[in-house]
């Protein structure tokens, strides 16, 4: 089974560029492009005299850093669940514990 791929053309710093992509894959292609325009376009606003090369390399590493600390937010925020959901199992036998103690 092959996937339906196209092409797709994207701007990126008043530049061209076309991607062959799978066509489920065109509108986050698109978005991407887009937020790595506005990236390399507010790194050249800072400093105008930047090579387009060091641009985006800059560019490259501001978008990896972002992505690092969602990632590292996801985690944080399941191991948070995670451990509240143990905390919630030892409250469960503790409360059973407490309950058939109480009963006897």
């Known amino acids: 089974m092959s996937v339906e791929?196209?092409?797709v053309e994207?701007?990126?710093c008043d530049k061209s560029y076309r991607i062959h992509a799978p066509v489920t894959e065109q509108e986050t292609l698109k978005q991407a492009a887009k937020y790595l325009d506005?990236?390399?376009k507010e790194i050249r606003r800072a400093a105008k005299s930047?090579?387009?090369?060091?641009?985006a390399v800059m560019a490259a590493l501001n978008i990896c850093h972002e992505l690092f600390q969602k990632n590292?937010?996801?985690d944080d925020n399941k191991?948070?669940?995670?451990?509240?959901?143990?905390?919630s199992q030892a409250l469960q036998i503790l409360t059973g514990?407490?309950?058939k103690a109480l009963a006897s």
Do not use: G
């Open 38 to 40: 506005e990236q390399m």
């Open 50 to 55: 930047m090579e387009n090369e060091r641009v």
């Open 79 to 87: 191991r948070h669940i995670e451990d509240s959901k143990k905390i």
């Open 5 to 7: 791929t196209i092409d």
């Open 72 to 74: 590292k937010q996801a």
């Open 97 to 99: 514990k407490i309950d």
């Open 10 to 12: 994207l701007t990126i």
